[in-house]
């Protein structure tokens, strides 16, 4: 397939390159000097896709490390950074933020760019790392001298593809490849194309060891590729295993088609909001939605405590014999969450089988049926049981009685979230929620449409993907 269409579109253009080059200069000469004049030990960098120049058109952040000695204080790095970076903004009158990853850093809006502008330490190599982000700078004078001529344009496919199939990110919203790992698939098999068929065969702990460090057995990932700058680092390490597995998929749905273009441009919804109610109503489903307003806390902190407390909330809906067909959670990351559950079963009968023990155990059988009443009991299996009054009939119900102080800890609950939720939920129907935002439409269209990102065949496709799949099992 000829890419250069493609490439025109998700490029940077000159002019694009040529101004955050520009702006970018602009802030490290800045700091540098201040640095100087103010006898800070300290020097600043370009550092990520900018610096490698294997961004997309539009995605053009600008990631600023300030690198410290090893041996200054940790708690100066982070005041003496915070500085710098609150500095620079003010000069060239940004709007700036503070936000943490391993240590806080600053954000600003500089000449419409975003700028990132990180305190780290200066290292040589992984054995001298203090914090995550010290390994930075390592990735990318790696990248830089490792990636050959017009090999950047290979890794702005492979972005752009995973973008557009739902695979690209590593921040734990998406769960999905992270910018440097697909540097190094490229830097492995060298193209786009030849990435997605290797990557058509992976299987489960798949492993790439540029440097030959041989510490794969040191990880049990989905995926295992060892940092070439920390032989005990995987840097697949925080890609989720659903999220390598639609990749695997979407390539080898990519190379079986006839519209490979198509991969590369966004997917629209399928669904209309108004198409969305009636979809769930064909579907027979009912569906429970817990809103509340989430706190101000790192979006790094909100998911990963938002995707637990879905998860063990489903979980103990089954345990309690209703039934999650689905779930999953939503948020505008500003005011408000929303937990989503898609349910089979969420209303029951009124009363349920209480399993007691064996008959074979004969002493705490007779306790189980001195307790129950002799009139109460039967035989199930090799069971003893009874029947007894359920205490919820409804999911609903059962969700409002754990949510509260004296039973929260009934589910496993994120510890930021815990006073939001039960101070401020409510248990709402599909046609209570706002169906005119544009992102939670989204989100619905994409819960019910699930492999929306995978495909894109029209009927005419079909046989070929089908025998093309049927090949790669079979060889």
């Known amino acids: 397939m000829d890419y250069k269409h493609i490439?025109?579109?998700i490029k940077p253009s000159k002019e694009e390159s040529k101004e955050i080059l520009k702006t970018s200069d602009k802030l490290i000469t800045y700091l540098n000097e201040v640095c100087k004049d103010e006898g800070i030990n300290a020097c600043a960098s370009l550092v990520g896709s900018v610096a490698k120049k294997t961004y997309l058109s539009g995605k053009s952040d600008i990631d600023i490390f300030i690198s410290f000695p090893l041996d200054v204080d940790v708690l100066?790095?982070?005041?003496?950074?915070?500085?710098?970076?609150?500095?620079?903004?003010?000069y060239f009158n940004g709007k700036a933020s503070e936000h943490y990853a391993s240590h806080p850093y600053v954000t600003s809006q500089i000449n419409g760019f975003e700028v990132d502008f990180v305190p780290c330490y200066e290292i040589e190599d992984g054995s001298q790392l203090k914090s995550a982000v010290d390994r930075t700078i390592l990735h990318t004078k790696y990248i830089k001298s490792h990636l050959k001529h017009n090999q950047n344009e290979e890794v702005l496919l492979l972005k752009r593809f995973m973008d557009m199939t739902g695979t690209y990110?590593?921040?734990?919203?998406?769960?999905?490849?992270a910018g440097y790992l697909c540097e190094l698939l490229i830097l492995k098999y060298e193209t786009f194309e030849k990435t997605l068929k290797e990557a058509s065969k992976w299987r489960y702990g798949y492993t790439i060891d540029l440097e030959g460090y041989n510490t794969a057995d040191l990880f049990n990932d989905p995926l295992?590729?060892?940092?070439?700058?920390?032989?005990?680092?995987?840097?697949?390490?925080?890609?989720r295993l659903d999220k390598m597995a639609e990749f695997i998929q979407s390539a080898r749905n990519y190379l079986a088609s006839n519209n490979k273009k198509d991969y590369f441009f966004p997917v629209a919804n399928k669904f209309t909001k108004d198409e969305i109610l009636d979809e769930f109503q064909k579907r027979g489903s009912d569906v429970i939605a817990v809103k509340f307003n989430i706190p101000d806390i790192p979006l790094d902190t909100l998911h990963p405590q938002l995707r637990k407390t879905t998860e063990s909330l489903a979980e103990k809906l089954n345990d309690e014999d209703f039934s999650v067909y689905q779930s999953d959670y939503w948020s505008d990351e500003e005011n408000t969450a929303v937990l989503f559950f898609e349910m089979s079963v969420s209303r029951l009968n009124n009363t349920k089988i209480h399993y007691g023990p064996k008959v074979f155990v004969k002493k705490g059988s007779q306790n189980f049926i001195n307790k129950h009443g002799i009139e109460n009991c039967y035989i199930l299996n090799d069971f003893v049981v009874s029947k007894i009054p359920r205490e919820f009939i409804t999911a609903s119900d059962f969700i409002s009685h754990v949510l509260t102080y004296e039973n929260i800890s009934l589910i496993k609950v994120g510890k930021n979230l815990l006073d939001n939720i039960i101070d401020s939920y409510e248990l709402l129907s599909l046609d209570e929620l706002d169906l005119n935002n544009e992102s939670f439409v989204t989100f619905l269209d994409d819960f019910l449409n699930p492999n929306k990102y995978l495909f894109r065949l029209t009927f005419f496709c079909l046989l070929?993907?089908?025998?093309?799949?049927?090949?790669?099992?079979?060889f």
């Open 7 to 9: 490439l025109n579109e």
């Open 169 to 177: 990110g590593s921040e734990f919203k998406v769960g999905g490849f």
């Open 224 to 239: 295992i590729v060892i940092d070439p700058t920390d032989m005990n680092r995987n840097v697949g390490a925080a890609l």
């Open 76 to 90: 100066q790095l982070k005041e003496t950074g915070l500085y710098l970076g609150y500095k620079c903004s003010d």
């Open 464 to 474: 070929f993907y089908y025998l093309f799949n049927l090949f790669l099992v079979l």
